[in-house]
Each structure stands twice: as structure tokens, then as C-alpha cells.
């Protein structure tokens, strides 16, 4: 019986994806941080990685900062601090993957009665979080949007076609979905969540409703699951490192960029030692970031736009208003790092000199 090269290459990569899993590296030390339900339910649980490594720091830093507005204790044993105005009343994780090279975490839980579900990933060597183009060539990056957004299509016209048009719920269900297929149809994935298995990636799509109509919205989050051994034609440098690697392969590089990327950053506006956090990057130029001063750990929201030439402004606004209370301003350097200013908006204060450089 003859077998053709491209299912030799399958079948090939396939055992490789085997002989790496049983080989994978030892799981990361992750320990939970828990505090009691403010609503008498179940006890509320927060990962933190142990461990000392600028690494581990960053991955801590980020989920922090992003999911809880807060800095990571340094007592190992100190409880999970909830906010005050008990909006939180779930909060769980799970580890997805952790090969060692990547790990990929879900956060979940309630919050204000609304309940969320977020997905992270980081390079585990740098702990810088890990993009979804980090992993593919462009061109594969461009096949990757048709393998995805095709099969989200059909479910959406093959539940249009269960729907009762004299039913006004379902009619209203099937004018939802009719107004969302032009976005799925040319969804560019950035704003999709990102699963990183051993075996497998997996995209979970934003909402087609808004959070007040999400009865109505029952297909969602519109996940497409795809197997590595699909993929692995259209995976860069990185992606096939981190996602496919060989038993001897070398610590795996994220692909460089210009400007800001997602993570933690460290470093100092005059003297004083702060972290910023990049928390999310949007499709044209918008960023929403938070920062800190090492000296009280209090997280303040930044929102902003990044420049052509690699320049950003980030500004913090005072609660509940539009009025700006501080800017940064950031010079993007060849190394990944940044200088630039900072000012207080209040008071006409004089520009302070800002160094970053991310955390790893």
C-alpha cells in the first residue's frame, strides 16, 4: 500500500507532536492566591507563578495589573485582595497548555454580575504575552482568516435556517446574526481570543450583541478549533518553534517589533521607579495600558494612540470624567525600549525624563 508525501508529512508531524508532548518540559509552579466569596459562594482563586526570574515577574505583573488592577504581593501566603465595592463575586483559572515553552491560561469568573472569560498567553522564556500574527508567516496569517471564518458562516446560516420567522424572539435572533456576518466574514482575529493546547489552537470571537442582549446571542463565542498538524504549513519562525518544537530545538525568539507590544514594562520617571502595563492593542492605533509607582502599587488606566513614526501618547483621565490628569509620552528605541516625558496635565507641571524597557 503507497502512501502519498503530503500524508507521509502529516502522519510525520503528527508523531513529532507526540514524541514532544511525552517529552515536554516539566509544568510551571503555579500557585493559587484565594480569597473568600464576598457572596457566600464558592472561594475565589487567582494564579501566580513561583518563582524569582524576571520571566515569571513580567507573566505576574501582567495578569495582575490587567485583571484585577493590582500589584502581586510579595508574601507568597498574602490573601487575594478583592475591590471594596464587591463588584467581583467569581473568580477562577485554568491552565490550558503549559509545555514549558508557552503557557496558556483562562480567567473567568463574575464581575458587577456580568460574567467574563478571558484567555492569556506568554512566551514563557521572556514573559512577554504571545500574539496571534507572532505565530504565522502573513501569508498564512491571510489562509488562516478564511479557515476560520468559513465554518463560522455556515454555523450561523445553518442555525438562521432552525429559526421560526413568525417567532419574534428567533426573528430577532436571525436579524442579530444577518448583521453580524459581514464582520465574521471579514474578521481580522485581532480582536479574538487566542487558545494555545499542545495539540491544537483555538479562537473564541467577541460577542455579536451588546452585554444587555446576550440571551439572544446564543452561538457565541463562535470558537473554531484547529489542529497544528493543519496549520503547520502557514506557522513563522516563532510559531513553528514554540508550537511544534523539536526535543533539542534552542529557546524559542519572538518575531522583534516596533513600538509598543503587549506586556510589562519597568523603569523610571525621573528617579522614581514605576511599571507600565500594555494591556490590549487595537486595530489601527488605540492602546489601553496602566501603570504604577513601585512606591504604593496603586494602578491608574491609561488610554492612547501610537503614531506612525512609533511615537504613542498615553493619557490618564480622572474617574468618572474626560479630564486629563497625566501624559505620557514615548519614543519607541531600536531594542524594544522607550524614552520620553511625563507631566501632570493639572497644575502646568514641568516635563519629567521617562525610561522603559519591558520586563523580561
Known sequence: MSIGIKALGTLLLAATLISNSASAAAPLLIDSIKAKSPTGGAELRFPKLAGNGANFRAINLYLFAVELQQRPARDVKAALILPKDGSLSELDYEVIGDTGRVLSIRISGKRGGVGFSHLHNFDVASGLPILLGDLFTPEGYGRLRTQVATPRVQRIRDFQE???????????????????????????????????????????????????????????????????????PDLGPYGSCALLPAASAPVCALPPKQGLRLGS????????????VVERLYDGDRVDASWSRESDGRYHRLQGRVQRNGKAKLFETEAGS?????????????????????????????LKPLELKVLQ
Do not use: M
Open 322 to 350: 474626560d479630564a486629563l490628569l497625566v501624559e505620557f509620552t514615548l519614543f519607541g528605541n531600536a531594542d524594544g525600549s522607550f524614552a520620553g516625558q511625563w507631566r501632570t496635565v493639572t497644575g502646568g507641571s514641568a
Open 265 to 276: 514594562y519597568a523603569g523610571t520617571i525621573d528617579k522614581e521607579k514605576i511599571n507600565l
Open 162 to 232: 432552525t429559526l421560526n420567522p413568525k417567532d419574534d424572539l428567533q426573528s430577532e435572533q436571525r436579524e442579530v446574526y444577518e448583521d453580524c456576518l459581514p464582520s465574521v466574514r471579514g474578521d481580522t482575529l485581532t480582536d479574538n481570543q487566542l487558545l494555545l493546547a499542545v495539540d491544537h489552537l483555538a479562537l473564541e470571537r467577541p460577542d455579536c450583541t451588546t452585554p444587555d442582549q446576550l440571551e439572544l446571542d446564543v452561538l457565541r463565542p463562535l470558537k473554531v478549533k484547529l489542529p497544528l498538524t493543519v496549520l503547520a
